[in-house]
């Protein structure tokens, strides 16, 4: 196997497009057999790459982001910037089906040498990235390319995840404020380094300029420089886009830097929420439940054999559900389901920002880990430890590390 995981390596540095390809499809594969595949790739690819810039552009469906994309990407190849871009679709919660149709909307962009773009479906339709997207960006980051954009599935308020694995993140909203400026007072707008207001065109060229400068009053700290408002339609406002995009693209680093001691938080308290786990006998008649009677969002089950569960998550605007069903005796759902028949919580999932520094804290107050103590891999393809219930007051609790630009994971 190294041998073949070491020529697909190399042609993906070499941005191949076949080698690209198959090395995204072997990463987003859900198949167990295929994982120790891929994170052998991964770190080949990492060992000896020098990773793009991630430009990440979120929004809400409709803002015109695939269409901007296009443009701001000819914009960067005529500059002499070698692109690719990573379209994040949405699954039906329903059929499992995507339309992938990123790709056909940037057909010229599609045909410039050396562009590669490769459509990805969310996969579980449970928000805007797939679960595989941190290993997308990892293969193509580490191909021949200078800017990496990411398009997002149309996000909400709480898809903040985007702003972990990008460098530089660009909110694409549609002219008109209202009830959808008082929803983005915190959260995703919070993290964006550029609003853009697009659709400055025709009719709606008056509201779209009333709309940025809306939003830039609202974020005093940033001021108007922080928004603008662009046509991708007519190509008006793109030019000076493109310049500012590249002027954080190639800041990138030196601000990461400059940021890493202040927003990382080695002491290992906990963080937000991630999501809640609910053991069931029948996870889809649970799902069923979630969806049909109290109108949630959720996922198709997906079986995990390496975690011995099959997973269902109900998406909730500030955080997740994670239904669990055993697969086989072995499951470390069983012993659970064996003592609450009925199901229920399971256990909780919290973030942290290093899992080692969070573990020595807990040690360090007697709390036990469970197993060896060392972090494994988790469902999330991210670090975790779970924490023993006896020392919590009769709950599980699992540690995850936070996603970060540019970790293993």
Same mark, same amino acid.
């Given at each position: 196997m190294s041998d073949r995981i070491q020529a697909l390596a190399d042609g993906a540095l070499a941005g191949d497009r076949r080698s690209l390809a198959r090395a995204l499809t072997l990463v987003e594969s859900e198949r167990g057999v295929d994982r120790d595949a891929a994170r052998e790739l991964i770190a080949r690819l990492e060992a000896a790459s020098s990773p793009a810039t991630r430009i990440g552009i979120t929004g809400p469906p409709g803002a015109g982001k695939s269409t901007l994309i296009e443009q701001l990407g000819l914009r960067f190849?005529?500059?002499?910037?070698?692109?690719?871009?990573?379209?994040?679709?949405?699954?039906?919660?329903?059929?499992?089906?995507?339309?992938?149709?990123?790709?056909?909307?940037?057909?010229?962009? &599609?045909?410039?040498?050396?562009?590669?773009?490769?459509?990805?479906?969310?996969?579980?339709?449970?928000?805007?990235?797939?679960?595989?997207?941190?290993?997308?960006?990892?293969?193509?980051?580490?191909?021949?390319?200078?800017?990496?954009?990411?398009? &997002?599935a149309g996000s909400g308020q709480a898809d903040t995840e985007v702003a972990g694995l990008v460098d530089v993140l660009v909110l694409v909203l549609a002219p008109g404020g209202g009830d959808e400026l008082q929803g983005m007072k915190r959260g995703i707008r919070e993290l964006a380094d550029l609003i853009v207001v697009n659709?400055?065109?025709?009719? &709606?060229?008056?509201?779209?300029?009333? &709309?940025?400068?809306?939003?830039?009053?609202?974020?005093?700290a940033a001021g108007r420089g922080a928004v603008v408002s662009c046509s991708a339609l007519e190509g008006t406002g793109l030019d000076e886009l493109a310049r500012r995009i590249g002027e954080l693209a190639d800041s990138a680093p030196d601000r990461e830097k400059a940021g890493q001691a202040r927003e990382r938080d080695a002491s290992g308290a906990i963080g937000r929420l991630n999501h809640v786990a609910l053991a069931t006998t029948n996870v889809e008649e649970a799902a069923a439940f979630y969806r049909d009677v109290?109108?949630?969002?959720?996922?198709?089950?997906?079986?995990?054999?390496?975690?011995?569960?099959?997973t269902v998550f109900v998406r909730l605007p500030n955080s997740a559900l994670e239904l669990l069903e055993p697969l086989g005796e072995d499951s470390p759902v069983s012993g659970f389901l064996k003592r609450a028949t009925a199901g229920g919580m399971h256990h909780i999932c919290c973030e942290v920002d290093d899992i080692l520094?969070?573990?020595?804290?807990?040690?360090?107050?007697?709390v036990r880990i469970l197993g060896d103590g060392e972090p494994s891999i988790g469902a999330h393809g991210l670090p975790v430890l779970f924490l023993h219930p006896k020392d919590c007051f009769g709950v599980l609790i699992e540690l995850e590390e936070r996603a970060s630009v540019g970790s293993e994971s």
């Open positions: 190849v005529d500059g002499g910037k070698r692109v690719c871009v990573l379209a994040v679709d949405p699954t039906s919660s329903r059929t499992g089906g995507s339309i992938l149709g990123d790709k056909t909307r940037m057909s010229e962009l &599609t045909r410039k040498a050396g562009v590669f773009i490769r459509p990805s479906p969310t996969g579980d339709g449970s928000g805007a990235l797939s679960g595989r997207t941190r290993q997308a960006l990892q293969v193509l980051g580490s191909g021949p390319f200078d800017y990496l954009l990411l398009e &997002t659709k400055a065109d025709g009719e &709606t060229r008056q509201l779209a300029q009333s &709309t940025a400068s809306d939003y830039a009053r609202s974020i005093p109290l109108g949630a969002e959720v996922s198709e089950p997906r079986p995990m054999p390496e975690h011995g569960v099959t520094a969070a573990r020595d804290r807990v040690r360090e107050q007697g």
